[in-house]
């Protein structure tokens, strides 16, 4: 259906493994530190760095953790803790605490805003685990599938909308943040008139209009690759430079969500092959009678169809890069449906991009239809 646009490094090899910690996209790429590869660097950068090399950040009685959680993002102001705001680590450290009976600090790879959801975003925690019969009596640390099933018992008590879906030991050196090497963030969009499912509710952009997926395809062209992105920087962005490289920025068609099959589609079964093939060979077609494969109908069984909704088509935008401006991604969605609702030409795209200025570009995606799909380590640098 699509094309993926994408731009590696010809050095950069994909590690398949099969190891415990699936939900991590595991890459190895060339030694280069984030300011060499985005153009930015912090204080914050520099202080990490500082304590790696006092050595201040392994200490033999504490076990650092590797987790990778999910959530729906809607019932959270964001990722960071907030006075009086339930986020993502104040959830998480609440948690936490009471597993182990300590208080604990997060530390989140992605700091996703308000309403924005994660299918994996990765962070870290420090543990001591104390004896709480004898107090001061340090005890081995707990083994990572222990961690999960107890922190999630206590997830499952406030609100259930988080959840731990991995966790792995590492050194005391390794930083969720600091050590990604990339990220990869998904935008739902919804197509079509009438009211979209209350199954997706704050799930998805609706956009009433049909999309050119062509168009928004030339558009990615257009932007992927290493740019200044000002026109996609949102005003409150800490970067120092606006240089970032966009590995991967393409649209795809896919079955909208939730789906079940209809009466024609249980008589026919098609495998996912099957419908992949058929979404791919006449996309013009899709979702012509519900599904992403036409079948004909007989009249006879129209009156069989009454009641059912009709399904809108549903467009994911895949960003893959190191790092992000701030609200760089829904910037970008919010041109390329501009460009796919007929509003906005290619070289419209182009004048933008080159503006360097985020007023030339078109109003900002909702943070609904963003997902933080998966980050990207090389854990062969880790030494746990």
């Known amino acids: 259906m699509s094309e993926a646009m994408t731009r590696r490094d010809p050095n950069e090899t994909t590690l398949s493994i099969s190891e415990p910690l699936q939900s991590l996209s595991l890459t190895q790429s060339p030694d280069e530190s984030l300011a060499a590869r985005t153009g930015d660097s912090s204080s914050e950068d520099e202080e990490y760095e500082g304590l790696r090399q006092e050595g201040m950040l392994n200490n033999p009685r504490i076990q650092r953790y590797l987790i990778a959680v999910e959530y729906i993002g809607t019932g ?133 209009r049909e999309l050119d997926i062509s168009s928004m395809q030339k558009a990615c062209q257009v932007l992927v690759g290493t740019h200044d992105y000002s026109s996609f920087r949102a005003a409150g962005c800490q970067a120092n430079l606006p240089i970032r490289t966009l590995d991967e920025l393409n649209v795809t068609e896919v079955s909208p969500s939730p789906y079940f099959p209809t009466i024609q589609e249980r008589e026919h079964p098609v495998t996912p092959r099957d419908e992949r093939n058929a979404l791919s060979n006449s996309s013009s077609d899709a979702l012509a009678s519900g599904g992403f494969h036409t079948i004909e109908i007989p009249k006879s069984q129209l009156a069989q169809n009454f009641g059912l909704r009709r399904m809108h088509r549903c467009y994911i935008v895949t960003a893959r890069g190191r790092s992000f401006l701030y609200h760089q991604v829904r910037l970008l969605v919010g041109v390329l449906k501009c460009v796919g609702t007929g509003q906005l030409t290619i070289p ?18 909702p943070a609904c239809g963003l997902y933080l799909g998966s980050v990207g380590y090389d854990l062969s640098e880790d030494t746990a």
């Open 348 to 365: 419209d795209v182009e004048r933008i991009l080159k503006a360097k200025d985020v007023t030339a570009a078109s109003p900002m995606a």
């Open 76 to 208: 959270f102001s964001g990722v960071q803790q907030q006075l009086n705001c339930r986020t993502v680590c104040g959830v998480l450290e609440n948690a936490f605490q009471k597993f182990i009976g300590l208080p604990v600090s997060i530390s989140c790879s992605s700091r996703t805003d308000s309403g924005v959801h994660a299918l994996s975003n990765v962070c870290h925690v420090d543990v001591e685990r104390v004896s709480k019969r004898r107090p001061g009596e340090v005890l081995p640390p707990h083994e990572p599938e222990v961690v999960r099933k107890a922190v999630n018992h206590f997830l499952q008590k406030n609100e259930g909308d988080l959840t731990l879906i991995d966790v792995r030991c590492v050194s005391g050196n390794f930083h969720a943040r600091f050590n990604a090497k990339e990220r990869t963030y998904f935008y739902r969009l919804l197509s079509g008139p009438g009211n979209i499912s209350k199954f997706e509710k704050e799930r998805a952009w609706h956009v009433h």
